[in-house]
């Protein structure tokens, strides 16, 4: 049962956001869940959005509205944090091609090792968002990953089922 005197913030910042990921929408959502998302490093530029029931999905640095999310997320990143490197751990599920594509993009971001098919070591200065936001460029619709990042306790992931992602939100904890 709602409560009475509870706030509604609908007309604020109503729920008219919706995120296409392996062709399944989610949503809607608002313009505060977007800006968690894209924090988390779970909403990059070039995620697919569209704002409103009928509208078309677009990369999200096509909306006006979105482009200061990433703005704000490329200036918190410090020139040290960019500058040292740190240790990743990267499990990739994707398709012959999108292997390939990965390890391209693995060797130019870094120094990485294979250990088994599918899981790789990687030392790199990129951050763990720009990993991301890199590799759901990489794997377009073909694949998922998981990075955890070794040194602070990071971590991210692309294309999991909705279950996953919520467990995965509620379990991992970091100092």
């Known amino acids: 049962m709602p409560d009475k005197n509870a706030l509604d913030l609908s007309s604020i910042d109503p729920p008219i956001w919706r995120i296409m990921v392996d062709d399944a929408v989610y949503g809607p959502y608002t313009f505060g869940q977007l800006q968690s998302f894209a924090a988390e490093g779970r909403l990059n530029e070039a995620s697919k959005v569209a704002n409103g029931d009928g509208g078309a999905f677009l990369v999200a640095r096509s ?45 130019e971001v870094g120094t990485f090792s294979e250990l088994m098919p599918g899981s790789f070591i990687l030392t790199s200065t990129q951050t763990i968002v720009e990993l991301r936001a890199q590799l759901s460029t990489v794997l377009a619709e073909r694949g998922r990953c998981v990075i955890v990042n070794a040194r602070t306790g990071q971590l991210a992931w692309m294309g999991l089922k909705p279950d996953a992602d919520a467990h995965a939100k509620l379990i991992w904890k970091r100092d």
């Open 63 to 107: 909306h006006a509205e979105l482009t200061a999310l990433f703005q704000a997320q490329q200036s918190a990143t410090t020139p040290v944090e960019q500058e040292e490197a740190s240790n990743f751990f990267l499990t990739v599920q994707t398709d012959g091609d999108g292997r390939r594509a990965v390890i391209l993009f693995l060797n």
